[in-house]
């Protein structure tokens, strides 16, 4: 589905909960940006395929969970694409380390439970290597300029088009059921720092079009929503 010309999100992954999303660029080739479960990636191949899988040669992550690189790996290796992410997330995308949950008794016992789960029962395989590490406010091919959003996890990043106001978030927040909202709470440790991260976004100035890792693009009053969202957060 086409959110606005040049930007495409692939429908109907993990049932319609995951949002991955395609970015034509300006010297012709395609950006993947995060690949959804692991069962994730045909659908992905295929929707690139509609669009010329000759010309996919990037894929950037925004975080890694494993709804958002479970087909990293699958979709890396039929195309050979350059895989991109935040230098604070590498070794999590690449499997070397676990996703934390948090610092409770709990989570520190859940987080190795829940990477047994995805690698033996969801077919879950990480990449083998990250080809390319960015960092805050660096300005990418795609004309997208990177923001580092931690909270949710520490690498987060979100990328946003200043001349288009796009603004492509992650999980920094998601737009469930219309409304903007704040990532999971339980996958999210630091919930102070993703508060501050969302303020961060709202700060933006002309956002047009606003892409979550869950939910549907938001493009009627982008701006004045997260704003509100923003500020809503002060009042809890």
Not at 14 to 39: C, F, H, Q, S
Not at 69 to 81: D, H, P, R
Not at 206 to 235: K, M, N, W, Y
Request: charged residues 25%; hydrophobic residues 40%; contains cysteine.
């Amino acid at each position: 589905m086409q959110i606005v010309p040049g930007l495409h999100l692939v429908d109907g992954m993990a049932g319609g909960i995951v949002n991955a999303y395609v970015w034509e660029r300006p010297d012709g080739g395609l950006t993947l940006i995060d690949t959804g479960m692991p069962k994730d990636a045909a659908k992905i191949l295929a929707f690139v395929r509609s669009l010329d899988s000759e010309r996919l040669d990037r894929i950037i992550v925004t975080h890694g969970d494993i709804d958002h690189i479970g087909g990293l790996a699958e979709v890396q290796s039929a195309t050979g694409a350059r895989v991109i992410c935040h230098a604070v997330e590498k070794e999590v995308v690449e499997g070397s380390k676990i996703r934390e949950m948090g610092s409770s008794v709990f989570s520190r016992a859940y987080s190795p439970l829940a990477d047994a789960v995805t690698r033996r029962f969801m077919g879950y395989k990480p990449v083998d290597h990250v080809d390319e590490l960015v960092l805050d406010k660096q300005m990418l091919p795609e004309g997208l300029q990177v923001i580092h959003v931690p909270g949710h996890t520490p690498g987060q990043i979100a990328l946003y088009q200043a001349d288009r106001g796009i603004l492509i978030v992650g999980d920094a927040f998601g737009s469930r059921g219309g409304k903007l909202n704040m990532p999971t709470a339980m996958a999210t440790p630091r919930k102070d720092i993703a508060r501050d991260s969302i303020r961060k976004l709202a700060a933006l100035k002309d956002v047009e079009v606003i892409c979550c890792g869950h939910g549907a693009p938001v493009t009627v009053d982008a701006q004045a929503r997260l704003q509100a969202f923003a500020e809503s957060l002060d009042e809890g």
